[in-house]
């Protein structure tokens, strides 16, 4: 084989179908996570593309509205993260969080959600390592569940 069609072949993949990616939605609080995911970035850290972030004051501030909403809008995924416990700056608003999103787990369960597709966890400003390893966990998880295709079905 000439080197000229070496370079002109075509890649393996080429007209193969590409493979599913879930869409993930990631409500992150501004104090914490969302600045973890900010060092995860400026340092580098390799994590999978699939999070869209939305960024919320607090991770009291995400009503479960917004997680049926994202479901409802096409999101296969769904992380809230927020500050840990005792870090949260209004006080309490994680344990809120924590509290509700605990319920919002079984009701998700009770829809016919699967538990897979919702992640809650604690996320601090200092830990970008912690951040990619939960999206790549959590993007994993959710891929393993599948394309979302709405409650009950
Ligand atoms: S300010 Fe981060 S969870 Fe409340």
């Given at each position: 084989?000439?080197?000229?069609?070496?370079?002109?072949?075509?890649?393996?993949?080429?007209?193969?179908?590409?493979?599913?990616?879930?869409?993930?939605?990631?409500?992150?609080c501004n104090w914490c996570t969302?600045?973890?995911?900010?060092?995860?970035?400026?340092?580098?850290?390799?994590?999978?593309?699939?999070?869209?972030?939305?960024?919320v004051p607090c991770s009291g501030r995400v009503?479960?509205?917004?997680?049926?909403?994202?479901?409802?809008?096409?999101?296969?995924?769904?992380?809230v993260s927020g500050c840990h416990p005792g870090d949260c700056h209004y006080a309490k608003g994680n344990y809120y969080a924590r509290r509700r999103h605990?319920?919002?787990?079984?009701?998700?369960?009770?829809?016919?959600?699967?538990?897979?597709?919702?992640?809650?966890?604690w996320?601090s400003a200092?830990?970008?390592?912690?951040?990619?390893?939960?999206?790549?966990?959590?993007?994993?998880?959710?891929?393993?569940?599948?394309?979302?295709?709405?409650?009950?079905?």
């Open positions: 084989m000439s080197e000229e069609q070496v370079i002109t072949k075509e890649p393996e993949t080429a007209g193969a179908p590409k493979e599913w990616e879930p869409k993930i939605i990631g409500f992150l969302y600045a973890g995911a900010d060092l995860a970035g400026s340092s580098r850290l390799k994590y999978p593309a699939n999070m869209r972030v939305v960024r009503d479960p509205q917004f997680v049926l909403k994202a479901f409802e809008r096409g999101f296969d995924g769904v992380l605990m319920l919002l787990q079984k009701f998700l369960e009770h829809m016919g959600i699967e538990p897979e597709r919702f992640h809650f966890d996320i200092a830990e970008g390592q912690k951040f990619a390893e939960v999206v790549e966990e959590f993007t994993g998880q959710v891929k393993k569940a599948g394309p979302f295709k709405g409650v009950g079905k």
